[in-house]
């Protein structure tokens, strides 16, 4: 049956489900309806498809309004054809993708190189990752150009991009849905930021960001190979993470944007999550048979970063400790390029950067069981 | 009797009780010379005088060449005048006392202002500390000058300083006593830094540097509102610290100075330290007299940074958990000013930055009573 019918007969269950009710667990138009306005409306922006994706396109309280892709773990153009890949193997190319930023504001790889000259070598650089400092257990990606033509080992897919740029795309729909739209960004924020600047009312227009990137003061938790190898990235620079230090200029300007409300699932809630081959096959064996192929795609022995964001906008009861802080990222081109700044009350600058909510820790074990009752969904008729 | 015998008849016991032998317990003036030429130099470069310094001058196994002042906490000729009194208090005005700098090499009372207004608030600012930002348990110390006249409520010090200046009698002892000298510095790096830019022979002539400063990653270990308090230094700048924040760049120079070898301890062991009012009761009561007046006006609840450094130098057994890192620090006027960098090899830039033994943990009860057997020293005829 056409997926819409699919979303609405099957929302009414997950928002009761969610929701911790059962007011809504009733059939018929009306429900249907209810269940529709309920939904809550989701931009998912990345520079990936993983699970994290899947989560959010699985769940039946959630409408997801269309995925924007941006340059980080890898080039802009890769993530665009992933989305677009990955959306048809989760049964949702009805959902709309539209390409992102390419390169961020300020840095450059060329200028990272030159950086790590400077003040050292960083442990991930995503797109501009050539060769680990050190062995690791995880693999190299192949090192492609920014234009270099894309093939998926899932296999290319058959959808095509909207044509509208991502940051067009996210200001067309906090205007269409003014005070509804949640941004789940888990990439470089450099959508994000062109977005503010386009349109200074874009922040304001959104009903709030989740958004994974900065790290405060993350600890080894698991005591395995690849924690160790990761805990490479965070214990001689606490403040540094990935998806921020990629493009700290966008961070900064989205940090200091008006946002109604910021959730921030900085690095420390990682550190005791993992993606073993356990819970790969756990979470595929529940899956279709599309969706389990890609799940058993996914690289093992990561943390779960994405995950948590997905999981702690989807049940914020998960979160365990969390903290409300000022945020924002330093831009200096010194050795702290791109470090996650923050201030209790009272001790930030106040200029311009905004309270959030800072996520510490999260239960594991009930969010793993979250993603399984999800990647089960994309079973159903 | 005069002191510098007293000195030679504790050595014997001393040494050998502090290096776990007896061959050194003997008696006659073999033994006192034997233990002399075994005592290790020091010299104290600090910004108070407190439990650290009577630390080592009770320590029949050091002999500590003099003590030099330098502004951080409080300014220098408070400083220096603590000193003078200090040692007179603990018997042991034979050791000199050398004036140091007053002013950090670029950093600025001023110039802190305006960076606070531009990057937040500071929590500690030393010398320059007019109010705590938030209430808090310890009382803030009184504001003075550069230039203030000095009066010390442990009454005024009978002796002065020697009329050299700290950096010429620091160059002065390393080419004395070269490859001899262990420099332990306590406060920020002022005077060191100036010793290393005036002769460039400095660092490679003592034997090593042990320094109280920086922050890796620190975490509120005990739980107490002293502890919550001073945890507010740490839990949003996890790199930075006081000693070093007041003087960056003479940090920065220090840090890539040719040292034999660096003892790095940074705030991270100290959150599992407290200066309790019944450890300085217990302390107090086995000191002589006049100590004991000291030790009771020592305030309480803070973490034990610089004893800390005086007893892993003592007693390295002590140490329970440490890594070797490069290390430097920030020089860049951003919000990352003063913070703390370090590298684990491979990673580190190689611009004249030192690995450097960081310590994490040390064994607090066993700190404890070492603290406590040195002060009971100081009542021996």
């Known amino acids: 049956m056409p997926r819409i019918d699919r979303l609405f007969s099957v929302a009414a269950l997950t928002v009761g489900l969610l929701l911790g009710t059962t007011a ?22 990345d520079d990936g498809f993983a699970l994290m994706q899947a989560m959010l396109v699985e769940s039946g309280d959630v409408d997801v309004l269309g995925l924007t892709s941006v340059s980080g773990d890898l080039w802009a153009n890769r993530v665009t054809a992933m989305d677009l890949r990955g959306l048809e193997l989760a049964g949702r190319s009805d959902i709309p993708v539209s390409a992102g930023a390419t390169f961020p504001l300020v840095n450059t790889e060329a200028q990272t190189e030159r950086w790590e000259a400077l003040y050292g070598k960083l442990t991930w650089k ?3 990752m050539k060769n680990w400092v050190e062995p690791t257990q995880q693999a190299t990606p192949p090192y492609y150009g920014p234009n270099d033509p894309v093939t998926l080992a899932w296999g290319d897919p058959a959808h095509k991009p ?10 067309r729909m906090v205007h269409k849905y003014p005070g509804e739209v949640t941004i789940v960004a888990c990439g470089p924020m450099t ?14 227009l959104a009903k709030e960001l989740v958004y994974m990137g900065g790290s405060f003061n993350p600890r080894q938790v698991l005591d395995n190979r690849s924690a160790a190898d990761f805990a490479r990235e965070f214990t001689n620079s606490p403040r540094r993470e990935f998806n921020i230090r990629f493009d700290p200029e966008a961070a900064s300007i989205v940090s200091r944007a008006p946002w109604r409300h910021i959730t921030v699932v900085p690095a420390d809630p990682s550190t005791a999550t993992q993606q073993t081959p356990e819970l790969i096959e756990r979470l595929a064996k529940v899956a279709s048979p599309d969706l389990a192929r890609l799940i058993r795609s996914l690289p093992t022995g990561f943390p779960m970063w994405d995950e948590i964001a997905a999981a702690v906008f989807l049940d914020p009861t998960l979160v365990k400790q969390h903290e409300r802080l000022y945020v924002d990222y330093e831009t200096q081109f010194g050795p702290s390029y ?14 311009g950067e905004q309270p959030a909510d800072v996520i510490e820790t999260v239960d594991v074990p009930r969010m793993e069981a979250l993603i399984e009752r999800l990647m089960a969904r994309s079973r159903k008729p």
Chains 1, 2 share one sequence.
């Open 24 to 45: 809504h667990a009733e059939t018929g138009h009306a429900t249907a309806t209810h269940a529709a306005a309920a939904k809550r409306k989701v931009i998912i922006d």
């Open 126 to 128: 995503g797109a501009w």
């Open 162 to 171: 909207t044509g509208e740029l991502a940051a067009n795309f996210l200001i």
């Open 191 to 204: 959508n994000l930021a062109l977005a503010q600047r386009l349109d200074p009312q874009f922040a304001s």
């Open 338 to 351: 791109g470090d996650t700044l923050s201030w209790r009350e009272h001790y930030q600058p106040g200029l």
